[in-house]
């Protein structure tokens, strides 16, 4: 038989297999992986999106002394952190982050994200568990490496001390339910110069600086995935776990020291004049100096003495940053959270950049009051903001910021801050949402409404890029060009067509939900969809399918209209892979006979209705839908698809008939991101 003939039979029996299937297969569900199923089948997950009833974290307690010198720009410390396996896995290693050896030169990083020097990295002499010491010698070459099962360690060993992810291998087990301690010793130098992007420049010179990732970590611990397996390359963010600091800084008498927590020890590092200005913080709006330009050095700026150890306490948080210079000029001012108390906000900077910070207060209070009515109250006792290289970047009760920032970061508090995702693999969940509620609130500082409009139907014009990532994939690996788009903008797209979908309160009433049920536990991607499903009543699982697991678009478009009697037939079709439910606005002629009432159809106007047909409509397969209008005799002038403009749409100019108006309203210029908006 000839290879010819065999091509002819394939292609017809091709030909007669495609006359059977559907023009559009739509996904309806959402894909699950091995991670996900284990943690449902383990009872710590579940369809509810709510934690499951075998839900447990790890707790880890830090008490840190650190001592800053100037003179080599060193940070020297000693911490002992408690962890707590609330789990019920019996632990056989300990994972550690180890980020400052991000500066170590043979270590990976992202570009272009660039560390602003080479150094020496966590420098660590001493570590025990539970007292017992661990071996810090690098393992010889072929260790571990022969067949079989390893052998039971018989001394706690750590390997992978000079990258950002080390192992302590432990010869007892930390228990189910149990504890262990461990010690560490270390230094490192504060990286600084011209630095990359954020997080790669720590201080400026040796007058200023903003530790951050600046002591060892233990790595989180979960359900899903075991220890986090990441190394930190640089761009993508942190997945801690939530415990208490302790914290004791020395620095110089004269420096002042912002950070984390609350200040323990006022009446040991802090004039008189500081304190009693302090108490009048919270008395009103007004931005207060604690400590001004003129007031520099010991026993002017700070109390007197050669050094100075300020106490720092907090508690059910993810992560400690501070800031210390020479000459800070530090300034206060309040925030009332509603439902709970006022908080002081706290201000440090250099005196050369007090225009930096003229509105900063206000900015940062009015975005802490917004979120907290928006998703639930801020949880933290103060907040505080801290000039320095990094100028836009978060942690608890912190944001190393000026006003040109504030408010995007101190709504980081919310998320990662309370409500910690793995910002690793899913920066989506917290810097996306962020995007969003920066909608919100900068529409509500300016006291109008937010315009989300015209974002979702704009993600036409980018889909398919062969560059962009699924949302759903690690964002470690999202690619320079790409990171920013799929973790920070394209959420606010995404919740824009929901928005179009339920309504825009409703998205946020849910998410308000969600975050209180989450709040200080570490939730999946998973539970949110499921969440969301649940909270919106709504089966959405093919929205959540497109949008996160697919870089796929709706391209819809009105192909014709036609009029028989009283009836109208809009033909609407769907070019692209993801569904979307069809929204038509349609207009009438100002006079004519009585508008017939529809059960899917709502009024905007005396002659403007819109009318909607579920996704569902195209669940079957077709790609083309007729909508059929019966508003009795009234003429009908013209019928927009999607006049919200919130399904991404490729060309919006067909979405309009009579066609002619699409184009003209085109040619008026783009209104958004994704050029004109067809209403």
């Not at 678009?553 to 070019?575: C, E, L, M, N, P």
Request: glycine share 8%.
């Amino acid at each position: 038989m000839s290879h010819r003939f065999l091509m002819a039979v394939s292609l017809l029996a091709s030909a007669g297999a495609s006359a059977q299937l559907p023009e559009r297969a739509v996904r309806r569900d959402i894909p699950m992986t091995n991670a996900i199923r284990r943690a449902f089948a383990a009872g710590t997950r579940d369809s509810t999106g709510r934690p499951g009833r075998n839900y447990a974290q790890l707790r880890t307690d830090y008490t840190i002394n650190a001592k800053l010198d100037p003179s080599t720009s060193r940070i020297a410390g000693h911490e002992t952190i408690v962890v707590q396996n609330n789990t019920a896995d019996s632990l056989s290693a300990i994972v550690m982050r180890l980020d400052m050896n991000l500066f170590i030169a043979q270590n990976p990083h992202a570009a272009p994200w660039t560390p602003a020097e080479v150094t020496d990295g966590f420098v660590i002499s001493r570590m025990t568990v539970n007292g017992a010491p661990v071996n810090l010698a690098p393992v010889g070459r072929g260790g571990g490496r022969g067949g079989g099962a390893p052998a039971a360690p018989t001394e706690n060993r750590v390997v992978g001390l000079n990258t950002t992810r080390a192992t302590i291998s432990l010869v007892k087990p930390i228990p189910a339910k149990g504890t262990a301690t461990l010690e560490i010793d270390w230094s490192h130098k504060v990286p600084g110069g011209p630095g990359a992007n954020h997080r790669m420049t720590q201080r400026w010179a040796d007058t200023l600086y903003q530790p951050t990732q600046w002591y060892p970590r233990v790595a989180v611990y979960d359900d899903l995935r075991g220890w986090d397996p990441e190394l930190y390359v640089g761009p993508s963010e942190f997945y801690n776990n939530f415990g208490k600091f302790d914290v004791r800084i020395d620095v110089p008498a004269g420096w002042i020291v912002g950070g984390t927590g609350v200040l323990q020890n006022p009446q040991d590092v802090l004039t008189s004049a500081a304190r009693e200005r302090l108490t009048h913080v919270l008395e009103s709006d007004d931005v207060r100096t604690i400590v001004g330009t003129p007031e520099v050095g010991a026993g002017q700026a700070t109390a007197a003495g050669d050094r100075l150890v300020w106490h720092f306490v907090a508690d059910t948080v993810n992560d400690f940053a501070w800031v210390t210079g020479k000459k800070l000029n530090w300034t206060a001012t309040r925030a009332t959270i509603p439902g709970k108390s006022r908080i002081p906000v706290n201000m440090y900077f250099l005196p050369g950049d007090s225009a930096l910070y003229a509105n900063a207060g206000p900015i940062t209070r009015h975005a802490l009051e917004f979120y907290s009515a928006l998703w639930f109250p801020f949880q933290f006792p103060q907040m505080t903001l801290q000039d320095g290289p990094s100028a836009g970047m978060e942690y608890p009760m912190v944001i190393n910021s000026n006003q040109g920032a504030a408010d995007h970061e101190t709504g980081h508090q919310w998320w990662p801050m309370t409500v910690s995702n793995n910002e690793t693999w899913y920066g989506w969940m917290d810097e996306g949402f962020n995007q969003y509620m920066n909608i919100l609130s900068g529409a509500d500082s300016r006291k109008i409404a937010p315009v989300l409009d015209r974002l979702g139907q704009s993600y036409g014009s980018v889909s398919g890029d062969e560059a962009e990532p699924p949302m759903m994939w690690n964002a470690n690996y999202d690619g320079p060009s790409r990171y920013g788009f799929t973790t920070y903008s394209k959420t606010p797209l995404m919740l824009s067509m929901l928005g179009g979908i339920v309504g825009d309160s409703a998205v946020q009433r849910a998410q308000s939900e969600w975050g209180k049920t989450w709040m200080f536990k570490h939730p999946s991607p998973w539970d949110y969809m499921f969440f969301m499903n649940k909270a919106l009543n709504k089966d959405l699982s093919w929205f959540w399918y497109y949008w996160l697991f697919t870089t796929e678009s709706v391209d819809g478009s009105i192909q014709g209209v036609s009029t028989s009697g009283t009836k109208t037939t809009v033909t609407v079709h769907q070019a692209g892979q993801m569904p979307s439910p069809v929204v038509l606005k349609v207009e009438f002629a100002a006079k004519g006979p009585a508008i017939r009432k529809l059960p899917n159809a709502v009024m905007a106007d005396s002659t403007t209705a819109i009318l909607t047909w579920p996704a569902d409509v195209w669940f079957a397969g077709s790609r083309t839908f007729k909508a059929t209008l019966d508003f009795g005799a009234r003429k009908i002038e013209r019928v927009v698809l999607d006049p919200g403009c919130r399904f991404p749409d490729r060309d919006p100019s067909d979405n309009a008939w009579p066609r002619v108006a699409a184009v003209e309203q085109a040619a008026q210029g783009p209104r958004g991101v994704a050029g004109a908006c067809v209403r």
